[in-house]
């Protein structure tokens, strides 16, 4: 979904939030069955992508329009809970004996105008209230841009899920499910979060006047309120980076007492949006390790706010004469952070050191939610970069197996979306990294004494020229691994003014 400028595609998609009746606070909420990509395992609203399937006229005033949306609200609608938002002679029909085609058109093998034809129903606009469209921030591979409607369940309809793309759905308000996902129950998706935070003690048809002013701050580029967990908010900012991590994520952890994890950017005009966060008196800056888009804007908010800033004794010396570092974090180091959102007592981060991506490496356990902030040690978007001399092949990986066996149960990224499948991922990056290194491996016993440059154009024959230099920092850690491990030496030197390293390695 990634353009070739690095900027990802926007799909267009459409939600609802159906409320029981008229005056009713209670909203219709499904879950996402875990498999899917895209928030398995997350609660939302009902909703999906618009299709070519949406073509459908749409009825306003005794007059035919279109509006893909709106009929891609009413398909997805009917689709997964069964409630159908049409209209045959102006009244709404009873859809249970429609079981058949709702089964095909979650099947996609009935058009949904079809349908709507055999039956003489039509769509209203007046039946469909917009709240506003949200979009998914730049930082995600996968954005869509996502309308909001607000709607009211008809009379004598009843919703239900059919177990697949979604294995749960019921009636609930926003408090109710605010309050669940505080005591830390259930996922909710972060763009549900912001609605529900919205409907708290209100009516869905409120929702458009309380939207609004959300979606205009949003446009005029306000950091979107991106929470993956109760008191954690993931705030991705611009940093200087190769494609595909050209953002990266700061989380802003912590209830009484707060912290700032790792805040990147280094451009004034991203700073300042930053800023424009930070609304509660922070306790200090966090840092996972000393790498430039981790570490872009952690001098300028410790001047700013007069915040320490802390990170391993390693990261505190590779940072020297760049970032004022005033304390130190290490293996079982504790960060209070107050009184945990749901009031249940205390809550706190607790440091692991994981070199190996970066020399003094920390990643952050949260044991409340069980949540792993995992800075560079695995990255959602690409394969995690090991430049050497100061990032070690073998000890990240000996890193990545001990984070294997923290019990979490959400991993937030440096870069990408936080993952409800920790182990899954570490075990493709383990899965990945070896697979290189019998790559690796072959193409020295194959082709005698070699350089980095040479192996890494041979081993990434598919990588743009631009990325060549990561895959060749990629090659170079993996043969000092192997050299450690007696499978591969250095056999001879020769001369370039570019290379890094002017070995010629082969096999042993
Ligand atoms: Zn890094």
């Known amino acids: 979904m990634r353009g070739c400028d690095g900027v990802s595609a926007i799909t267009q998609a459409a939600s609802v939030l159906l409320a029981r009746g008229p ?3 209670e909203v219709f909420v499904v879950r996402r069955a875990e498999a899917l990509r895209f928030f398995g395992g997350f609660h939302a609203f009902p909703g999906g992508k618009v299709s070519e399937n949406d073509e459908v006229p749409l009825w306003s005033d005794g007059t035919p329009g279109q509006d893909a949306r709106v009929a891609c609200a009413a398909r997805e609608l009917f689709e997964e809970t069964g409630v159908l938002l049409a209209r045959c002679d102006g009244a709404f029909p009873d859809p249970r004996p429609w079981e058949e085609e709702r089964r095909r058109l979650l099947a996609d093998t009935l058009r949904f105008g079809d349908f709507l034809s055999t039956h003489r129903l039509r769509l209203h606009a007046e039946d469909f209230l917009l709240a506003g469209s949200l979009v998914t921030p730049e930082f995600s591979p996968v954005r869509f841009d996502t ?19 979604l294995d749960a759905g019921f009636w609930t308000t926003a408090d109710a499910l605010l309050a669940g996902w505080t005591r830390g129950e259930c996922l909710v998706s ?7 935070e919205l409907l708290r003690g209100r009516l869905a048809t409120d929702l458009p006047a309380l939207l609004a002013p959300v ?41 009484e007492k707060l912290y700032l994890l790792d805040p990147g950017a280094h451009e004034p005009r991203e700073q300042e949006r930053l800023f424009e966060t930070i609304d509660a008196p922070l306790a200090g800056v966090v840092l ?18 007069r915040l320490p800033v802390l990170a391993h004794p390693r990261t505190v010396e590779l940072l020297k ?13 504790r960060l209070d952070l107050g009184t ?85 991922v570490i075990d493709d990056a383990l899965a990945h990294r070896a697979k290189r290194e019998e790559q690796l491996l072959a193409a020295l016993r194959e082709g005698g004494p070699q350089s980095v440059a040479g192996l890494a154009s041979r081993l990434y024959r598919d990588l743009a020229a631009e990325l ?8 170079w850690a993996g043969l000092e691994k192997l050299q450690r491990e007696g499978k591969a030496a250095r056999v001879g030197t020769f001369k370039a003014e570019e290379a890094e390293d002017r070995h010629l390695w082969a096999a042993v």
């Open 147 to 165: 309308a909001f409607y607000v709607a009211t369940l008809p009379p004598g309809q009843h919703a239900s899920v059919w177990p697949g793309e």
């Open 321 to 333: 004469g760049r970032v004022q570092v005033d304390g130190t974090l290490d293996e079982d180091d």
């Open 215 to 255: 979606v205009r701050a949003l446009e005029a580029g306000a950091i979107p309120p991106i929470y993956f967990a109760p008191g954690v908010q993931m705030i991705p900012l611009k940093t200087i980076g190769l494609p595909a991590s050209t953002y990266t994520n700061a989380y802003l952890v912590g209830s």
């Open 190 to 196: 972060p763009p549900t979060v912001s609605l529900l």
């Open 468 to 475: 060549l230099p990561l895959a060749a920092l990629q090659v």
């Open 23 to 25: 005056k009713a606070a």
């Open 340 to 424: 945990a959102p749901d009031g249940s007592g205390p809550w706190h981060l607790e440091a692991t050191f994981t070199p190996g991506h970066a020399g003094g490496h920390l990643v952050f356990y949260e044991p409340h939610y069980r949540l792993l902030f995992a800075g560079d040690m695995v990255s959602m978007l690409s394969s995690v970069v090991i430049a050497p001399p100061d990032g070690d092949l073998g000890l990240y990986l000996a890193s990545l197996r001990r984070l294997r066996d923290i019990d979490c149960r959400m991993l937030l990224p440096g870069h990408g979306a936080p993952t409800v499948r920790p182990k899954q």
């Open 288 to 305: 996972t390790h000393h790498h430039p888009d981790h570490v872009g804007a952690a001098a300028a908010v410790s001047s700013r706010y």
